[in-house]
């Protein structure tokens, strides 16, 4: 058996920028199986729901950056888009798109 090559995380995913109508965000607080609270750059926290594609995929801990996209008619409500690794959300800090201490 040969050996697996290990791959450093910064690696295993390509980097999501925010588009038109998305925000970055932090999530603060895991409310239900499939919903969160996330503080936004905008300033307002918003509960945000994880979209049915990332639900068994990709795991959401607190203190994860994630990208969100805002609903239409109700801007307190939101779908999570993306998580960032850790890599990705230096990346970030150091690219002006997340404020410093955020």
Not at 23 to 37: E, M, N, P, Y
């Amino acid at each position: 058996m040969g050996k697996r090559k290990v791959l450093s995380e910064s690696n295993l995913k390509e980097l999501v920028l925010p588009e038109q109508g998305e925000l970055l965000g932090r999530v603060t607080k895991i409310a239900s199986g499939d919903h969160v609270l996330v503080k936004c750059t905008d300033g307002k926290v918003r509960l945000c729901r994880i979209r049915g594609k990332m639900k068994r995929r990709v795991w959401i801990r607190e203190n994860d950056v994630v990208l969100v996209a805002p609903w239409d008619f109700d801007d307190s409500r939101a779908d999570v888009v993306w998580r960032y690794i850790k890599a990705h959300e230096e990346w970030l800090i150091q690219n002006n798109y997340l404020p410093q201490n955020f």
